[in-house]
Nanobody
């Protein structure tokens, strides 16, 4: 599965961004999808995930209530709407795909990764 992430940028604290991740695969609806992020000097961490049925989602505590994940299977795309952004949200954001039934929050569950998109939040 090839994934292409986009939508990152520079935004002031309190602002919003929407990340997109488009997959080059016919059976996109088969996969569960996730977003991770990696800040400088830190390990890659889980942000959010969505199951293939669109209704089961999960979020890291640090983004709960501010970020929303959703998908459009007709467009082979998963989105991450990020509101009320904070400087601590600054990181490279990666989208990833995993097979159904694997653990959504575990890095090793994901077998395909996008190239990452930079999000920078200024204070």
């Amino acid at each position: 599965v090839q994934l292409q992430a986009s939508g990152g940028g520079l935004v002031q604290a309190g602002g919003s961004l929407r990340l997109s991740c488009t997959a080059s695969v016919r059976a996109f609806r088969w996969y569960s999808m996730g977003w991770f992020r990696q800040a400088p000097g830190k390990e890659r961490e889980f942000v959010s995930a969505i199951a293939r049925n669109r209704f089961i989602t999960s979020y890291a505590d640090s983004v709960k209530g501010r970020f929303t994940i959703f998908r459009d299977d007709m467009k082979n795309t998963v989105y991450l709407q990020m509101n009320s952004l904070e400087p601590d949200d600054t990181a490279v954001y990666y989208c990833a795909a995993r097979d159904p039934g694997s653990q959504a929050t575990i890095l090793g569950s994901y077998h395909s990764w996008g190239q990452g998109t930079q999000v920078t939040v200024s204070s």
